[in-house]
């Protein structure tokens, strides 16, 4: 099992720009993909971002492709979510995920991740 914590959330502008960290405790960290997930009030989880074991792969939900970038630090057991360009619509609870597997499949459902983080706001103001 592994735990994990967010950070980075806050209140922006639109056009701004945050960095989302997820810490991960456990040894399984550097052999699963890791993803991050959002949910809006009212709205279902959705997959944001994803990346492999490795980082050598990496995916997106289109609707935040250019604008979103995610990368891990396996010796510092943390992945990252860098934001760009955020929009009023990009506001949402972002949670950090720990898949099953070293890689992740289309399509990215929640019940491929095994632990969750407690979740960071994200409110992007217009």
């Known amino acids: 099992q592994v735990q994990l914590v967010e950070s980075g959330g806050g209140l922006v502008q639109a056009g701004g720009s945050l960095r989302l960290s997820c810490a991960a405790s456990g040894r399984s960290f550097s052999r699963i993909a890791m993803g991050w997930f959002r949910q809006a009030p009212g709205k279902e989880r959705e997959f944001v971002a994803g990346?492999?074991?490795?980082?050598?792969?990496?995916y997106y939900v289109d609707s935040v492709k250019g604008r979103f970038t995610i990368s891990r630090d396996n010796a510092k057991n943390t992945v990252y979510l860098q934001m760009n360009n955020l929009k009023p619509e990009d506001t949402a609870a972002y949670y950090c995920?720990?898949?099953?597997?070293?890689?992740?499949?289309?399509?990215?459902?929640?019940?491929?991740?095994?632990?969750w983080g407690q979740g960071t706001q994200v409110t992007v103001s217009s």
């Open positions: 990346v492999d074991w490795s980082g050598d792969r990496t």
């Open positions: 995920a720990a898949g099953s597997t070293p890689l992740l499949f289309r399509p990215y459902r929640t019940s491929d991740f095994g632990s």
